[in-house]
């Protein structure tokens, strides 16, 4: 009997020391491969951090500047909501950049050591000025997030960049002038010659570029010369179209921005205007953020793209500027109307790149707009 | 000799090499630092781009030296087309806009036409209103669809049996493209003909009839020529204005496939988000030789003769100015200036005020009005920036109003008066900026105050740099308001204060200026009520401190998307300007009240 007693207790006594022993392994191994991520980062000279690591460094910090690409109008309440998750960031600022000028103008200011700021807006239109000039400190976002050290999701980590927002084309029609039978449900609804002379299509390619890649370029470039063969009104900019739609001058707006039109229903909820998200629907991102090589609050800044980037940071998103928020994020108005819709959007930076040619190309090929050197 | 008598030679020596130095020292000192001024403020910022475009890449990454931008420019077919159409869209409305201006400063500075004070404010109040929301509002009265005033027309024109349920105006063609330049362009003709007007002395006209001349032959061989140099500058900055003008053309022209320069600008350089500067300075390369050409015209035409006082109408004598009576045709004036005002202003101004007082944009309806009310306004109101902000945009007016006619007045002076050998270059440097486009003058600037060598000077993003900023683009007006108005001052006046042994300074300051005046005050109206509305400035140079009326509108058209929030800030805008306009004009009329006759 008191053999028995004494081997359950020996016995007990090894599986403890086991299970000790596990979890310690587990633990140093947990250790072990956060300090090979952070070497394999340094190898690629990339800069890997642990969670930990971020909040002390945070908490250490107190402040952050930040140049967030969303409206202005929307930052007071980013900025709210992000204190009340990190208390101890007590003291936020911020910039506003728009337009090529003003960016040219950041990058110079910023290189010239002018301007102080801790997390970046990139512009990717150009993004070698920001790399030829090291103004990006090059973290390990996709590490980070795949160790969860970061909680993004990872389609929206390009290189040592966030992408926090992204532009929807859609097609806006006048409920004035198009009846319920008779709305669009397609891209090629546009080419309908019963909207002769009364589809809106912007100057700019770019809004039906979107459509690259889930369509070919041969593909978007015969849409678009069937598109001009339908003698659309030519416009330049969202802003001025949106009075042209709701007066009923305009039936379609086809490659309207869905936060642009979106901002019009939020306002007037009983303006005459509805929106159709096409298959497949255009998107790009945008809003590419990154900490500056200089920032004097870096891990505040790491803690701030998090934020932008997470479900509550892009609900704030949309509250403000519906549509405007990542699609990936649940919740979101571009992720409940994408819903199960073929999404066209650009997963790296090079198909970015052509993705703007494709626009060049449509306006010189396609719709045979002068252009200097084409 | 004593030591004593050897010392006053000395003594009197050294007065009299100071007195040199003040007196024809002083002249070249104030040439020299002119030209440093306008050296710094207009020709760092050109050289900057214009150093650019010989260059492939962005000024920010410059690649190789390279003519490509150029051969690219002028291989090209199309910009020859383009530069036609350019040319003929600036004829068309430089004629109009003379017309306009000539006919309205006439009317409201020569005649007893009624409620002049108020003529004068009403044309310079459109300066106020953005060019994005004018042209929006010319689209929502005439497009061929359910522009308001079509749909008027139609239903006028169908008790004659006109049943098309489109039209009759269709702004989106060429013809509609040249009558919104040529019904929206007379403000600025105005301002530089007016003060002409107002210096022009009746004696010459009175000596010309006594002799027998008919009024006819009085305007023609008297009046005009006098008014020459007036009519030269307004006709220069009409014209090349209108080359450079590119809002209207992209919105109006391109459904009739009307190219002009500025609009082939935009779509080589300007379209993509990897904006092509050198190509967009190489493109505008024939307007800068057009500009070239024009300040060559104004020195031989106008300067040289300038010089011999033939266009001078205020000298040493009193002048007179009496107010030609029109008669009945007073109210046929009146008439007249109102339906210019309506077609111009009024109208757009209503369909903006309409649209300021809606969620969103409809159509004026009885259905329409039960949406109205004053939510935009409210929301500016609560709009936490607001008063930093209407604070910021008076003082930008203020320092750019003051210190552009500052310089303006003092280039004028050595343009007009002196003879120093630079002074056509003087004249055609400050007039280039005129014919760029607006968006690589603004980076020029950026790459000069943004300078890391300037850097610890500490002028990024403040009021002072946005002034200096500004005052590139402002100083082509302002020293063609000058230059009209200096021409008509007799130089017996300048002499008499050298004589009495003013210094040249002291002539400028105490002679020449309040004699000039009324341009003085003429183009500070102008250029702070440009200030007020100015966006490329404040947005490129300015910072979250020094946000502008206009930065707020901008933000609200662009990144909200509110054109009814945007259109109930621009009337605020319009607000400020016609108050500013008013205490001008009222200052105007008391301080020089003695030209008015009976």
């Not at chain 1, 990006?136 to 993004?152: H, R, S």
């Not at chain 1, 029609?173 to 002769?196: F, G, H, I, M, R």
């Not at chain 1, 549509?323 to 819709?341: F, H, I, M, P, Q």
């Not at chain 2, 009024?346 to 369909?351: A, C, E, Q, R, T």
Request: charged letters at 15%; glycine letters at 8%.
């Amino acid at each position: 009997m008191k053999t028995k007693r004494l081997r359950s207790t020996i016995l007990l006594f090894i599986c403890a020391c086991l299970l000790l022993s596990t979890v310690r392994a587990q633990v140093f191994a947990q250790s072990f491969d956060l300090q090979a991520l952070k070497q394999e980062a340094a190898k690629r000279k990339q800069i890997f951090l642990t969670r930990a690591e971020i909040l002390a460094g945070a908490k250490k910090e107190g402040k952050l500047k930040v140049v967030p690409g969303f409206t202005k109008e929307g930052i007071p309440d980013m900025v709210a909501a992000f204190k009340k998750k990190y208390p101890f960031i007590k003291n936020i600022s911020w910039d506003v950049v728009t337009g090529s000028v003003a960016t040219q103008r950041e990058v110079m200011a910023l290189a010239a050591g002018s301007k102080q700021t801790d997390v970046l807006n990139v512009s990717t239109a150009v993004l070698d000025s920001y790399v030829d000039r090291h103004l990006m400190k090059a973290y390990d976002f996709q590490g980070m997030v795949q160790a969860g050290e970061l909680k993004i999701p990872l389609k929206m980590v390009q290189g040592v960049m966030v992408w926090t927002g992204n532009s929807i084309s859609i097609i806006a029609y006048s409920t004035l002038v198009v009846p319920p039978e008779k709305a669009p449900k397609n891209w090629n609804d546009c080419l309908d010659p019963q909207w002769k002379g009364k589809v809106a299509v912007d100057t700019r390619g770019r809004y039906l570029a979107r459509v690259y890649p889930a369509w070919t370029a041969e593909q978007l470039l015969d849409f678009a010369k069937k598109l001009k063969n339908n003698d659309p009104k030519w416009v330049r900019g969202q802003t001025s179209t949106m009075p042209r739609l709701t007066s009923g001058e305009l039936a379609l707006f086809c490659g309207a921005n869905l936060h642009s039109t979106n901002r019009v229903l939020v306002k007037d909820p009983s303006a005459p205007i509805k929106i159709v998200v096409p298959d497949p629907v255009g998107m790009t991102t945008g809003d590419h953020a990154a900490i500056y090589t200089k920032a004097e609050n870096p891990h505040a800044g790491l803690l701030w793209i998090e934020f932008t980037a997470s479900k509550e940071g892009q609900e704030v998103r949309d509250s403000f500027n519906p549509g405007d928020g990542s699609y990936l994020v649940e919740g979101t108005l571009a992720n409940k109307l994408v819903g199960t819709t073929k999404v066209s959007v650009c997963a790296d930076l090079e198909c970015l790149s052509k993705q703007r040619e494709v626009g060049e190309r449509i306006i010189v090929e396609a719709w045979k707009f002068p252009k200097a050197g084409r | 000799m004593s030591e004593a008598s050897i010392r006053v030679p000395i003594t009197a020596s050294v007065i009299q090499f100071f007195h040199r130095l003040f007196t024809r020292g002083a002249t070249r000192l104030i040439y020299c630092a002119v030209m440093i001024v306008v050296l710094w403020i207009v020709g760092l910022p050109l050289s900057a781009i214009f150093i650019a475009s010989f260059y492939s890449g962005s000024p920010l990454d410059p690649g190789p030296f390279t003519l490509a931008n150029y051969v690219l420019t002028y291989t090209y077919g199309p910009t020859y087309q383009a530069l036609i159409n350019s040319l003929l869209y600036a004829t068309t409305g430089t004629i109009s806009g003379l017309v306009i201006g000539l006919g309205f400063a006439w009317l409201i500075e020569r005649t007893d036409m009624p409620f002049r004070g108020l003529a004068w404010v009403l044309i310079v109040v459109p300066i106020a209103i953005p060019s994005f929301l004018l042209s929006l509002g010319y689209i929502l009265l005439l497009n061929p669809t359910n522009g308001v005033l079509n749909v008027i027309l139609r239903w006028c024109l169908g008790f004659f049996g006109y049943t098309a349920d489109s039209g009759p105006i269709n702004i989106y063609s060429l013809g509609g493209m040249l009558y919104v330049n040529a019904i929206s362009g007379g403000t600025s003709s105005f301002l530089l003909l007016v003060s002409a007007f107002r210096l022009m002395d009746q004696q010459i006209e009175d000596a010309a009839m006594v002799c027998g001349a008919t009024k006819w032959t009085t305007l023609r061989k008297v009046t005009l020529p006098v008014l020459l140099p007036a009519i030269t500058v307004a006709t220069i900055y009409k014209f090349s204005g209108d080359l450079n003008d590119m809002d209207v053309p992209l919105l109006l022209g391109l459904q009739s496939q009307v190219y002009v320069l500025p609009t082939l600008i935009f779509f080589s350089a300007f379209y993509s988000d990897t904006v092509e500067w050198g190509l967009a300075t190489a493109l505008s390369s024939p307007f800068i030789l057009i500009a070239f050409g024009l300040s060559y015209i104004f020195y031989c035409v106008v300067v040289k003769n300038a010089q011999q006082q033939k266009y001078a109408t205020v000298g040493g004598k009193t002048t007179q100015s009496r107010r030609v009576r029109l008669g009945k045709w007073r109210y046929a004036a009146l008439g007249i200036f109102l339906v210019y005002f309506l077609l111009s202003t009024g109208l757009p101004f209503v369909i903006l005020l309409w649209a300021s007082l809606l969620p969103s944009y409809r159509v004026p309806s009885w259905e329409a009005l039960s949406l109205v009310s004053l939510t935009n306004y409210l929301e500016l109101l609560q709009w936490p920036n607001l008063v930093p902000a209407v604070w910021n945009t008076l003082l930008l007016g203020f320092y750019t109003g003051t210190s552009v006619m500052a310089v303006a007045f003092f280039t004028s002076w050595i343009i007009i008066r002196s003879q120093f050998r630079g002074r056509f270059f003087l004249d055609a440097l400050t007039f280039l900026p005129h014919v760029l486009p607006g968006s690589v003058v603004a980076l020029g600037l950026v790459f000069t105050y943004l300078h890391p060598a300037l850097a610890p000077a500490g002028l990024y993003g403040t009021l002072f740099i946005m002034a200096l900023g500004m005052m590139v683009g402002y100083l082509p007006f302002a020293i063609r308001v000058m230059n009209g108005s200096l021409t008509q001052i007799h130089k017996e006046l300048e002499e008499a204060g050298t004589v009495n042994g003013a210094r040249p300074i002291t002539v400028m300051v105490r002679v020449t200026l309040p004699l000039v005046l009324p341009a003085f005050l003429t183009g500070f109206v102008w250029v702070a009520a440009h200030a007020f509305r100015s966006l490329t400035m404040p947005l490129m140079l300015g910072s979250a401190d020094t946000e502008t009326l206009s930065v707020i509108l901008f933000n609200l058209w662009e990144r909200d998307g509110d054109f009814s929030g945007a259109a109930a800030l621009g009337m605020g805008l319009i607000l400020i300007t016609a108050g500013l306009t008013i205490l001008a004009r009222k200052f105007i009329q008391r301080a020089f009240g003695s030209w008015e006759r009976k």
